[in-house]
């Protein structure tokens, strides 16, 4: 392995040149959205002078370059999931429109009154909310997979839940709120087992550590563009190419459809049965340039860096009295939770922003995770491959005053 070249990753992301509140930005927030490279900022620019046009339509020049980078990011985004065609490859709004369009599509076909459907204890409110909704239509119900006080999913537990009357299981791969990384392939096959199929919310997983479609046999996958370096308002659907094709449409309009008249319609051709409507072409063909750009350093790479900066953080900051981590379990990402005795999480996040730190604080959408630990919320700080050491210290020696003023 090439060193891994810091100071010249950091370079790539303007942005973290900048000040805030007269001090140098330290960004501990990239659990909500990540920061962009120059390649991907140079690249939005690229495309409206030089592209711009719809996909998927003209015979014009413009609409056929837009169209054939627009498929350039699919392919690239199969082979970085390594799905099995491009096809199966869905490009969505984000994570929240890809699980929507399942609970949708999927739960409108194949779930009905008395099925039920496991989420896990640790679910964002997206992997939550279009369940519930599914469920206050069909009668169907909802199973929770607790966790430990780690912040680890009961595996027995979990066995004992599931059943014939179990249709579909949904869990995130690795914890938004916690850093938790999942045991999925063995969630995976133990749901198949039953005749479960499952869906993995990968947002916080793809801009870590390397996610295998075919090795996880996952039945869909989900993740979005902004959390991995890429432009807002673009995601994905994996799905599994038969379970896709016996889907019923999602939205209907134009590109979804093969033939309208006002008697009937016959739809398009997977992906594009799903992809009604103009989708945001510069995000979609803009994404492909963060791929690449995390591509251009190795998954294997920034997952070795990152766990480095986690072991640093978490050493630094137990050294602060009071100091208690939310989520400390054996197989975690770069995301850390925490309280500190006496004060609350939005004081010490309104005083290091005072310090130009980017932490966030609240219940990060994953309310029912908080009630687990009976807190309103927790102070989080999560890394990505920009990170240094020397912005831990700054984040330790930030809390260190916030502590004092507030205790
Ligand atoms: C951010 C996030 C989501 C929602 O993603 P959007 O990009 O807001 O649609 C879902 N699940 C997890 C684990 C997340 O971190």
């Not at 620019?45 to 339509?57: F, K």
């Not at 590109?255 to 409507?277: C, R």
């Not at 005795?341 to 130009?356: A, N, Q, S, W």
């Amino acid at each position: 392995m090439e060193k891994y070249n810091i100071d010249k990753i950091r370079a790539d992301f303007p942005i973290l040149k900048r000040e805030v509140n007269g001090k140098p930005l330290v960004y501990l927030d990239n659990g909500a959205t990540t920061q962009k490279p120059n390649a991907v900022i140079n690249s939005i620019a690229h495309y409206y002078t030089d592209m711009n046009s719809n996909v998927h339509r003209g015979v014009h020049y413009l609409s056929q370059i837009s169209t054939d980078a627009f498929e350039v990011t699919r392919k690239k985004l199969q082979s970085f999931i390594n799905a099995p065609e491009d096809k199966q490859v869905i490009i969505t709004k984000g994570t929240t429109d890809s699980i929507n369009l399942v609970a949708t599509c999927y739960g409108r076909a194949f779930i009905h009154a008395g099925d039920e459907i496991i989420i896990s204890a640790m679910e964002h409110h997206s992997n939550i909310v279009p369940w519930q909704m599914l469920c206050d239509e069909k009668g169907c119900k909802i199973r929770v997979i607790p966790m430990n006080d780690k912040g680890e999913l009961d595996m027995d537990a979990y066995q004992n839940l599931i059943n014939e009357r179990t249709k579909l299981v949904a869990v995130t791969y690795v914890s938004n709120a916690l850093g938790t990384i999942n045991p999925v392939k063995e969630i995976i096959s133990i749901a198949h087992k039953h005749g479960a199929v499952v869906l993995i919310d990968a947002a916080q997983a793809v801009q870590h550590i390397q996610v295998d479609v075919q090795d996880l046999d996952v039945d869909f996958l989900v993740f979005s563009g902004h959390k991995m370096y890429g432009p807002t308002g673009v995601g994905v659907l994996y799905g599994k190419e038969d379970l896709l094709n016996a889907m019923p449409p999602y939205q209907g309009g134009g590109d979804m459809i093969k033939e309208v008249t006002f008697e009937k319609t016959t739809y398009n051709e997977l992906p594009f049965k799903f992809e009604a409507g103009t989708p945001n072409i510069e995000a979609g063909i803009c994404l492909n340039e963060a791929i690449d750009y995390i591509n251009s350093i190795g998954l294997k790479n920034i997952e070795a860096y990152e766990h480095e900066l986690l072991e640093y953080a978490l050493e630094k900051l137990s050294q602060i009295p009071g100091m208690k981590f939310i989520g400390t379990a054996d197989q975690k990402c770069s995301v850390i939770s925490f309280i500190i005795e006496g004060t609350h999480p939005y004081d010490v996040g309104v005083i290091l922003d005072k310090l130009g730190i980017a932490v966030r604080t609240g219940h990060h959408c994953a309310q029912p995770v908080m009630d687990r630990f009976g807190i309103p919320g927790t102070i989080r700080a999560s890394l990505a491959l920009y990170n240094t050491k020397e912005e831990i210290d700054i984040l330790v020696a930030g809390i260190q005053r916030a502590v004092n003023m507030l205790v």
